[in-house]
């Protein structure tokens, strides 16, 4: 009877996916015409021609994440820091918990072509974050991918470990604090740049507005930033990295050496 | 010249790692225990994907249509290659120690198991 269900399933997905292939891809198609506001965010991502309406940033998600929608986006971070500061409530009162004796980890093979994977995880992320505003990717996807290497890390050298170099959940909560402060100078930065020359100049502003003369340089020694979209990136990168690795640090924290603590406590 | 003989080495690669994600594939259905299950597996990710990964890097190396973007193709599936290498036994070898040493899954059939006698369920 399972059996007969399974090839029942497999069946109609097989003769469904033909339709769409074959009939159905005559009558339904995707519009051919580009939606108005879309024409204008791909025409105004990168234009060198039009200085007063442009992000400087050939790649479009990232000008719509930080520059046309940046508001929402900083919203969004700060969703993000109230779910870690949750986390790191709920994980309070841990304290000091010993490092058990014997050997932690897992074995030798996995742990070198850890050492291997880490680094280059790191680079990797380090090279989402830092091409956000020339190629998919960006701050919060670079910092997403550089969590994995300290997840690896607990996973097969052991909590302690990671401890003992250093990466302390102090230490992360000092770094994403310094990447959210980040955010939020760079945020109005250009205004701040705006106040001593007397001209106005608004929030989470980039390049020059028609009414506002100033704005970020796009250029830095010839290499593209794109203004505030790159500082952003950086700024986003270490606030999510070093997020990611107090909750995994707080979720790896072993209930024995917990339960130990708090029995100790009582007595 | 030397183009065709990267594109033909290439297209065998592709073609051994296909040949060799089925018999992967029968293995996987066929073998015994869950040792035996998880060696069917790494064939099918180095046979099976590290050498045609190989192969697709010298196809792209060998035809000149793609233009300067062909070293593109060559990196990523070099670099990928050498990740799956690395990380595809990593991980099958944590995955027996793990079980093997848990005790969770008996050798079953077992002619000898040097590592724990117990763990060794002969046939018969």
Redesign the interface.
Known sequence: MKHVLGLIIILLFIIGFSLVLTVAGNYILPSQEIRSLAKYYLYLAYNPWHRNFTVMSPEAVTSIVWDFRGLDTVFETAVFYLAIIGSIALGRGIVKYSKPSGKLGLSLIVKTVTRISAVMIIAVAASIALHGHLTPGGGFQGGATAAVAPLLILIIFSHYYLLEKGVTKDLMLFLRSLGLTGIGIVAIIVYLMALPQGIHAYVLQNQPKPDSSIGLPAYIDGQLISGTLWFFNISEFFAVMAGFTIVFLLITIPERAFKKEEEVERQ | MIEDILVVIGMIMIGVGAVADLIAAIGMNRFKNFYLRLHAATIGTIWGAFVPLIGASLVATGCYCLGSYRWFVTGGGIITAF?VL??A??GS??LA??THRSGLVKVEPCVVDHLNEEMCVKEG
Request: no cysteine; proline share 11%.
């Open positions: 990740l690395i990380l036994p990593a070898h944590a120690r793990a």
